[in-house]
């Protein structure tokens, strides 16, 4: 058995030690938000997680290394949306396609957590994830705004940014659900 706290829930996972967190996360509790994303050097940081508060590559962690520790997954991140980062990500319209959307929020969750006022420079290091519909210069402004929301300089509206168009603001939109409910 291994004993390890997932979105501030205890649990015991009756698995192989030797997988990957990743599977248990996906397969046994269906927290499908991580993404599976190749694995290895092709893994695109789809599958980021927070363990003991640092972004993580789940793919990367095996359960045995995960014993005892606090995981948090995007379902876990927020349940309501309202974490600054996936408000300023709506915002920004800093989403296409979606896939990599919960690993860049969990990645970008973890840095405004211990540096709410990241340089680009900042954000290039903490953030490798990876965006194959390319929405880095996007992604840069979402973080940016969030952490002047996280502290407390500015409020996010519904409405996006100035320079989004009302198609991508609402094609953002639909694709946050997605991945919530998927
Ligand atoms: S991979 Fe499509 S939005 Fe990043």
Redesign the pocket.
């Known amino acids: 058995m291994s004993r390890l706290t997932v979105n501030e829930r205890p649990v015991e996972f009756d698995l192989d030690p030797r997988i990957p967190l990743l599977y248990a996360l996906r397969e046994a509790m269906n927290l499908t938000g991580t993404k599976a994303c190749g694995g290895g050097p092709a893994c695109s940081g789809a599958c980021m997680v927070l363990v003991d508060g640092s972004a993580l590559r789940s793919c990367a962690i095996t359960l045995a290394e995960a014993e005892g520790r606090i995981v948090t997954t995007i379902e876990g991140l927020s349940r309501d949306r309202s974490h600054p980062v996936q408000q300023a990500m709506v915002a920004q319209a800093a989403?296409?396609?979606?896939?990599?959307?919960p690993g860049?929020v969990m990645s970008a969750a973890a840095l405004l957590q211990r540096n709410p006022a990241p340089t680009r420079k900042d954000i290039e290091e903490a953030v490798p994830n990876l965006?194959?519909?390319g929405?880095y210069p996007r992604l840069v402004k979402a973080i940016e705004q969030a952490g002047r929301v996280a502290q407390r300089q500015e409020r996010i509206s519904a409405a996006p940014a100035p320079g989004i168009s009302p198609e991508d603001a609402a094609r953002a939109v639909p694709a946050l659900r997605v991945l919530k409910d998927e």
Do not use: A, P
Not at 95 to 101: A, D, E, L, S
């Open positions: 989403i296409q396609c979606g896939y990599c959307t860049m965006c194959r519909c929405v």
